[in-house]
């Protein structure tokens, strides 16, 4: 999408008005305004039909960890081989030993 161009718009007496374009300008055509906005709504409607909320994404969390901690606890206590999968649990949920 190109940068719509912007105005400053002078009267310079009577009723003759200056509305030649400039970068700094603090005035766009309608025209641009509308297409921008269309622009801006159907992004928004995009991202939040594919974005799964933050809400959501943290109760997942919550469960998964959940379930990791008493799949770690019940493998602490069970013979040695399955202990290893205690301590690779607790190295995952400290962010250690990932690539």
């Known amino acids: 999408m190109s940068e719509p161009k912007r105005y400053d718009c002078y009267i310079l007496g009577g009723n003759s008005i200056d509305d030649s374009a400039t970068p700094d300008g603090e005035f766009v055509r309608y025209e641009d305004y509308a297409r921008l906005k269309a622009e801006v709504e159907r992004l928004n409607a995009v991202t939040t039909r594919t974005i799964i909320p ?3 994404l943290q109760a ?33 949920k400290e962010g250690k030993g990932q690539p």
């Open 54 to 56: 933050n809400e959501i």
């Open 60 to 92: 997942q969390v919550e469960r998964l960890t959940k379930v990791g901690n008493e799949m770690a606890d019940y493998l602490f206590d069970a013979p040695y081989p399955c202990r290893i999968f205690y301590h690779k649990w607790i190295e995952a």
